[in-house]
């Protein structure tokens, strides 16, 4: 699979198999996460795993029951937790690089995921405060987002993208390619 490919196969899956992860599968994922860059190489990024059935339940409960993520978390056999630590990046004319930094890492991990044939979904939409408090995240440390990581038991199509045209210029702002 080239690059292009991964990216295309990558989708946000919500659903899974009841199959362990392999640890060898784990181990790529996660070094793919530690090898991505940061501000002044500061690698704000911190991933707590969790596997076990009352910590994903735990996990689910701090989103909303509307949520389309809420089930994948309990589905999965593993849930991943992006935290970031914001003495480790900077914000920048206003322009906080610890969001990007641990972004970057977790897409790392998301494609990496992607790559070994497991699912991702991305999960943004939760009480900071309740998985804080779940997993015993100190107050200096940012909950910023969460996966499902396993066997999905689903294939979905391609989600719409914005027309390259409208994401792309050339030579200035609005300038056409
Ligand atoms: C930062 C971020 C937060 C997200 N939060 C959620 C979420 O809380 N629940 C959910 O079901 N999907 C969530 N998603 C998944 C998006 O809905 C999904 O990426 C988008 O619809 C495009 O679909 P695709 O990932 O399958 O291409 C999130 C994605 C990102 C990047």
């Given at each position: 699979m080239n690059f292009l490919e991964l990216a295309q196969a990558r989708r946000s899956l919500r659903t899974y198999l009841d199959k362990p992860i392999e640890q060898e599968k784990l181990?790529?994922?996660?070094?793919?996460?530690?090898?991505?860059?940061?501000?002044?190489?500061?690698?704000?990024?911190?991933?707590?795993?969790?596997?076990?059935?009352?910590?994903?339940?735990?996990?689910?409960?701090?989103?909303?029951?509307?949520?389309?993520?809420?089930?994948?978390?309990?589905?999965?056999?593993?849930?991943?937790?992006?935290?970031?630590?914001?003495s480790e990046s900077e914000v920048w004319e206003g322009k906080?690089?610890?969001?990007?930094?641990?972004?970057?890492?977790?897409?790392?991990?998301?494609?990496?995921?992607?790559?070994?044939?497991l699912g991702t979904c991305w999960q943004g939409l939760f009480s900071e405060e309740k998985v804080r408090e779940a997993l015993d995240v100190p107050g200096n440390v940012r909950v910023v987002a969460m996966t499902p990581l396993g066997y999905a038991a689903e294939e979905r199509r391609p989600r719409p993208r914005k027309a390259m045209a409208e994401i792309v210029f050339h030579g200035k702002w609005g300038g056409l390619v």
């Open positions: 181990e790529y994922i996660l070094e793919s996460a530690r090898l991505a860059p940061s501000w002044k190489n500061l690698q704000c990024w911190r991933f707590v795993l969790v596997e076990d059935t009352a910590g994903r339940k735990a996990l689910a409960e701090c989103m909303s029951e509307s949520n389309p993520g809420r089930k994948a978390l309990m589905g999965a056999p593993m849930v991943i937790v992006l935290c970031a630590v914001p906080d690089f610890m969001m990007l930094d641990a972004g970057l890492a977790m897409e790392h991990l998301v494609l990496a995921a992607t790559d070994q044939g």
